[in-house]
């Protein structure tokens, strides 16, 4: 090309570029790759979310989502992941199974929880530890989780290093210790609350199986905790209570009018003894235990519930222990599938209960639902509510 060739075509460049800038800015923008991509948070989400909706999202990228059409339902399966890098850029496995678990199972939501750690069960300060995802690995995973159309429900588990490790176990002799605490747990929660807000995660847990302390801390304390909350993250707030909580009366703070729904950890157990059960029989025990239980708590609450975790583990012994993740019984996929197919048809068509999150895809031990026979039990109901 000679000099007079070059000349003209810059000088038409030129031109293009200074009379179609905003032209060219537009055109950039609309042709953006729409495959899945995960960097700093860019979307721009609505400030609230209600139950079984989801925020409208505007990233550039090709999204779908999925709700029910029969009634407002929270269709969840939690995926937990237990590690400073848990959902995060390098986190492959959990990244991997994300479309894996929607194929599988038709969830809309994902629970991703988020635990932290205490040195013993009257320790005052709670903190992140090793098994806690870092706030960037955090907000990596939200995005991810979104781009593939789910909705998000995090919830704040606790360890306790010492027997019997567990948020339950959790308690303290004196209003002072009490207050240390909550403040204490504020400060760990507040930056992964406001993460999930600026991310748009649309659920948020005040707290899990805190047993002690949800009938003996003082409602004010409570409350404060239920308005530090809502002051950052503006989505939908729960409190996730454990199943052996079910016969209590429900503490005034649970009615706390920015806690738009309470949830259960629902491992009732379905017999005394380990011995396995007729397939035929669950349907009937799950009706006269669990259901009756929910439906009298909600009744008591005065309103609909979740079902915040719900599972049945791979072992003969599901029904007599549910909550047992690490059982030396041997492996019954059959009794497990029956259990989950047993629960949802009791749940599906029960008004008080507005959702189920099944615990768990993947990190859950014997509950572990990725390549059992009970996910396509899951498939089966959660996809007749979206038909």
Same mark, same amino acid.
């Given at each position: 090309?000679?000099?007079?060739?070059?000349?003209?075509?810059?000088?038409?460049?030129?031109?293009?570029?200074?009379?179609?800038?905003?032209?060219?800015?537009?055109?950039?923008?609309?042709?953006?790759?729409?495959?899945?991509?995960?960097?700093?948070?860019?979307?721009?989400?609505?400030?609230?979310?209600?139950?079984?909706?989801?925020?409208?999202?505007?990233?550039?990228?090709?999204?779908?989502?999925?709700?029910?059409?029969?009634?407002?339902?929270?269709?969840?399966?939690?995926?937990?992941?237990?590690?400073?890098?848990?959902?995060?850029?390098?986190?492959?496995?959990?990244?991997?199974?994300?479309?894996?678990?929607?194929?599988?199972?038709?969830?809309?939501?994902?629970?991703?929880?988020?635990?932290?750690?205490?040195?013993?069960?009257?320790?005052?300060?709670?903190?992140?530890?090793?098994?806690?995802?870092?706030?960037?690995?955090?907000?990596?995973?939200?995005?991810?989780?979104?781009?593939?159309?789910?909705?998000?429900?995090?919830?704040?588990?606790?360890?306790?290093?010492?027997?019997?490790?567990?948020?339950?176990?959790?308690?303290?002799?004196?209003?002072?210790?009490?207050?240390?605490?909550?403040?204490?747990?504020?400060?760990?929660?507040?930056?992964?609350?406001?993460?999930?807000?600026?991310?748009?995660?649309?659920?948020?847990?005040? +707290?899990?199986?805190?047993?002690?302390?949800?009938? *003996?801390? @003082?409602? &004010?304390?409570?409350? !404060?905790? $239920?308005?530090? /909350?809502?002051?950052?993250?503006?989505?939908?707030?729960?409190?996730?209570?454990?199943?052996?909580?079910?016969?209590?009366?429900?503490?005034?703070?649970?009615?706390?009018?920015?806690?738009?729904?309470? +949830?259960?950890?629902?491992?009732?157990?379905?017999? *005394?003894? @380990?011995? &396995?059960?007729?397939? !035929?029989? $669950?349907?009937? /025990?799950?009706?006269?235990?669990?259901?009756?239980?929910?439906?009298?708590?909600?009744?008591?609450?005065?309103?609909?519930?979740?079902?915040?975790?719900?599972?049945?583990?791979?072992?003969?012994?599901?029904?007599?222990?549910?909550?047992?993740?690490?059982?030396?019984? @041997?492996?019954?996929?059959?009794?497990?599938?029956?259990?989950?197919?047993?629960?949802?048809?009791?749940?599906?068509?029960?008004?008080?209960?507005?959702?189920?999150?099944?615990?768990?895809?993947?990190?859950?031990?014997?509950?572990?639902?990725?390549?059992?026979?009970?996910?396509?039990?899951?498939?089966?109901?959660?996809?007749?509510?979206?038909?």
């Amino acid at each position: 090309m000679n000099a007079y060739h070059k000349f003209r075509v810059l000088l038409v460049v030129g031109i293009i570029l200074v009379m179609g800038a905003s032209l060219v800015y537009v055109f950039t923008i609309g042709n953006t790759s729409t495959q899945h991509t995960v960097s700093k948070p860019t979307a721009t989400l609505e400030p609230t979310a209600t139950l079984g909706t989801r925020p409208t999202e505007v990233t550039g990228q090709a999204v779908k989502s999925c709700n029910s059409k029969q009634r407002n339902f929270q269709m969840g399966v939690a995926f937990p992941d237990w590690g400073t890098t848990g959902y995060g850029e390098s986190d492959v496995k959990w990244l991997t199974e994300l479309p894996v678990m929607q194929t599988k199972t038709a969830a809309c939501w994902i629970e991703m929880p988020v635990l932290f750690e205490q040195a013993t069960r009257t320790s005052t300060a709670v903190m992140a530890g090793p098994k806690t995802p870092s706030l960037s690995s955090f907000t990596y995973g939200i995005q991810r989780a979104h781009s593939l159309g789910y909705h998000i429900f995090v919830t704040p588990l606790f360890g306790v290093d010492d027997t019997q490790g567990w948020a339950g176990v959790i308690h303290f002799s004196t209003y002072e210790q009490e207050q240390q605490w909550f403040d204490s747990y504020w400060q760990a929660l507040k930056p992964y609350a406001l993460a999930a807000a600026q991310a748009g995660v649309e659920q948020f847990a005040v +707290g899990t199986e805190c047993v002690w302390l949800e009938q *003996n801390a @003082p409602s &004010p304390l409570w409350n !404060k905790l $239920i308005a530090e /909350l809502k002051s950052v993250f503006p989505g939908t707030l729960t409190y996730d209570m454990d199943w052996s909580s079910l016969q209590n009366q429900p503490p005034s703070w649970m009615r706390n009018p920015d806690l738009k729904t309470i +949830g259960v950890s629902t491992y009732l157990p379905l017999t *005394n003894t @380990p011995e &396995p059960v007729d397939p !035929k029989q $669950i349907f009937g /025990l799950w009706k006269q235990i669990v259901k009756q239980a929910i439906d009298n708590f909600s009744k008591e609450l005065g309103e609909p519930i979740l079902l915040t975790e719900i599972g049945y583990p791979n072992s003969t012994e599901a029904l007599y222990h549910p909550w047992e993740s690490n059982s030396t019984a @041997p492996a019954d996929p059959v009794e497990q599938a029956a259990a989950l197919d047993a629960a949802l048809a009791n749940i599906i068509p029960d008004q008080h209960v507005l959702g189920t999150f099944f615990w768990g895809w993947d990190n859950t031990g014997d509950f572990d639902l990725h390549s059992v026979q009970a996910a396509t039990v899951i498939l089966k109901y959660y996809k007749s509510l979206q038909s």
